[in-house]
């Protein structure tokens, strides 16, 4: 069932390259036919040189030649159709999984190592798209091949074709046999690739603690070990690629000399003549072509599979889920925004409560702050507010208008987020402010930056804008970063801004200064994790986390 589930989903996004596909098949489909057609030619030749039929030998050596220039432009067309399509398949299937990851379930999506997705969004959708290049136009043109030659077989010899018949349909059994064993070992190689790469990406994320504590040496042994067990699942699937290699190689060898016996024994008696004899040998070289191939498509094709199955159980996990209409105006919404109110509101991570019947209001316009202990349960508020994380029980909501509206995907836009690690991405810095709207000019983006106090170091830098951050921000110091995401907040003009430890790396007066501007923008309702008394200043709102409750104080 799950066999026939991966193949419908691969016939599925494999649609918009059909024509394509198309044309590599009968690319190949027409290349078997002409190495047939070579051992036919092959017996003529040699039949008109053996009755020194001059003028028909050279008449057959130059269709012999135009099939061998045909060949050659058909394995060339065949290339270069293969990286075309192979190419846009692997676009398709990687644009598709990466916009299935972004809309995911956030706690379903959470659970997998960025790693191993990573491995997902890389090397099983270019196996699957580079096997789906492959194994249809190898098994057109097998079928080709062996239709084309047991065809001239039977025609030459019937007895033989039949016998040959027998032996491919047992050789196919054969080959089924071993399709569960090659899909569980390619599922455990890509699994212990997952690890590898997650742990190795880890690592060099972290690398200032890593030479800090110095534990250099043991994560290389560490390392060491996870690929050792890659290596290990490795040699056990390609064991079994060996050795139905050698099994496919060993059953040809005794074929071709059964073959030759047979043939040999025929031109002794004179039944057949010595071009039959050659053609015959020439045609079971060309059968033994389709059948190595065999032994590769077969491993390849479960492999598929697999990998298919790994792609498939990111894109079945359930998807954010949505309350309101995707019609929603946030805009309106929050010109006529009374509250966001928490009613009864209880939260936990599988069996590790946060929050139990927590009821507190947000008024349109109140500057927050949140407070308790570190791990008690702050930052995830925000999750909870956004709706990236589903509540237990009770309900939060946007009171607006006399209406109540649940928290989602659409209700969204009235929040710009600066998360702890502010998460900005390489590239400029003009392409970091623009990411959240790219159609703000250079004046907007400094006067943003004017507000987030990073006016006066983006203005000293030799490339200003254009200069270029490396990954999460490396270049610049963390109160600089910290200055920017919250710059990148500014200007999505969302109206409440949630502010996650956003200015925890900042001097008190750079600190009053930013939060200072931010409190003189009009129409914004600010909400504000942090542990130093310059937040406490410009609130008007205490939340309070304890013991898994909220208490809310006026300041």
């Known amino acids: 069932?799950?066999?026939?589930?991966?193949?419908?989903?691969?016939?599925?996004?494999?649609?918009?390259?059909?024509?394509?596909?198309?044309?590599?098949?009968?690319?190949?489909?027409?290349?078997?036919?002409?190495?047939?057609?070579l051992a036919v030619f092959a017996k003529l030749i040699i039949d008109c040189a053996a009755s020194k039929n001059r003028e028909e030998l050279i008449k057959n050596a130059v269709i012999l030649l135009l099939?061998?220039?045909l060949q050659i432009a058909l394995k060339l067309a065949g290339k270069a159709l293969e990286v075309r399509v192979s190419g846009k398949l692997e676009m398709k299937y990687k644009t598709k999984l990466f916009s299935n990851i972004l809309k995911k379930d956030y706690l379903k999506i959470s659970a997998f190592h960025s790693g191993e997705l990573m491995t997902r969004l890389t090397s099983d959708v270019t196996l699957v798209s580079q096997a789906v290049t492959s194994i249809v136009p190898s098994v057109v043109s097998m079928v080709t091949r062996l239709l084309c030659a047991f065809a001239v077989l039977f025609y030459l010899d019937r007895w033989f074709a039949l016998l040959f018949l027998a032996a491919g349909i047992a050789l196919f059994v054969f080959t089924r046999i071993f399709r569960g064993s090659m899909k569980k070992l390619h599922t455990r190689v890509q699994q212990a690739d997952g690890k590898v790469r997650s742990f190795m990406q880890e690592s060099i994320e972290s690398i200032l603690v890593v030479k800090i504590f110095g534990v250099g040496d043991k994560l290389k042994e560490k390392a060491k070990g996870l690929q050792l067990e890659h290596y290990d699942a490795k040699i056990r699937k390609n064991r079994w690629s060996i050795f139905a290699n050698l099994g496919f190689s060993a059953a040809f060898s005794f074929g071709y000399l059964f073959a030759l016996t047979w043939s040999g024994l025929k031109l002794c008696a004179g039944s057949i003549s010595?071009?039959?004899?050659?053609?015959?040998?020439?045609?079971?070289?060309?059968?033994?072509?389709?059948?190595?191939?065999?032994?590769?498509?077969?491993?390849?094709?479960?492999?598929?599979?697999?990998?298919?199955?790994?792609?498939?159980?990111?894109?079945?996990?359930?998807?954010?889920?949505a309350v309101n209409d995707k019609s929603v105006d946030t805009k309106k919404l929050y010109e006529e925004l009374e509250c966001i109110k928490f009613d009864n509101v209880s939260f936990s991570y599988d069996r590790d409560v946060v929050l139990e019947n927590g009821s507190f209001e947000i008024d349109k316009n109140d500057f927050v702050m949140i407070s308790g202990i570190s791990g008690i349960g702050k930052s995830t508020l925000f999750k909870l507010m956004v709706g990236v994380l589903p509540v237990d029980e009770g309900k939060i909501s946007i009171e607006s208008g006399g209406k109540s509206y649940a928290v989602d995907k659409y209700t969204r836009p009235l929040f710009a987020y600066v998360?702890?690690?502010?998460?900005?991405?390489?590239?400029?810095?003009?392409?970091?402010?623009?990411?959240?709207?790219?159609?703000?000019?250079?004046?907007?983006?400094?006067?943003?930056?004017?507000?987030?106090?990073?006016?006066?170091?983006?203005?000293?830098?030799?490339?200003?804008?254009?200069?270029?951050l490396l990954e999460n921000g490396h270049g610049l110091s963390e109160g600089q970063v910290q200055r920017l995401a919250i710059a990148r907040a500014v200007l999505t003009d969302a109206p409440i801004l949630l502010l996650d430890e956003a200015t925890s790396a900042l001097d008190e007066a750079t600190e009053k200064k930013l939060l200072s501007n931010i409190k003189q923008l009009k129409e914004k309702t600010c909400i504000i994790i942090s542990h130093k008394s310059a937040a406490y200043d410009i609130c008007n709102k205490e939340l309070r986390i304890k013991d898994k409750t909220i208490e809310s104080v006026n300041l």
């Open 1 to 37: 069932m799950k066999n026939r589930s991966a193949l419908n989903w691969i016939i599925e996004n494999s649609k918009h390259e059909f024509l394509g596909l198309v044309l590599l098949v009968i690319c190949d489909a027409l290349f078997s036919v002409c190495s047939v057609s």
């Open 67 to 69: 099939v061998i220039v």
């Open 274 to 321: 010595f071009g039959t004899l050659t053609a015959i040998m020439q045609l079971i070289s060309q059968v033994q072509v389709p059948f190595t191939s065999l032994s590769g498509v077969v491993p390849q094709y479960y492999s598929m599979l697999a990998s298919a199955e790994r792609i498939i159980e990111i894109e079945n996990m359930p998807s954010s889920k």
């Open 419 to 468: 998360p702890q690690g502010n998460m900005l991405f390489s590239g400029t810095i003009r392409e970091n402010l623009k990411f959240v709207n790219s159609e703000t000019s250079d004046a907007e983006i400094m006067e943003a930056a004017r507000i987030s106090c990073a006016d006066e170091f983006i203005s000293e830098l030799p490339e200003g804008l254009d200069t270029v």
